[in-house]
């Protein structure tokens, strides 16, 4: 088991928790919907990107009747 030769200072073990932080992300508006959405990302409400649909919508997805 390690033992620490010497008592590590408040001012050096908190330097080292300096980039431990939680940072706040960034979004923007969706063009299509209004909803908040993060940069260069689909949109999860919609489901668009660049004003393209990528991702169908739930309601819109046809569904196999054998899984259902």
Known sequence: MAV????????RRDKRRAHDALRTVNSVECAECGEPKRFHHVCGAC??????????????????????
């Open 4 to 11: 620490q030769q010497n008592k590590v200072s408040k001012s």
């Open 47 to 68: 489901g668009t990107y660049r004003d393209m649909e990528v991702v169908p919508k739930f309601d819109q997805m046809e569904l196999d009747e054998d899984l259902a």
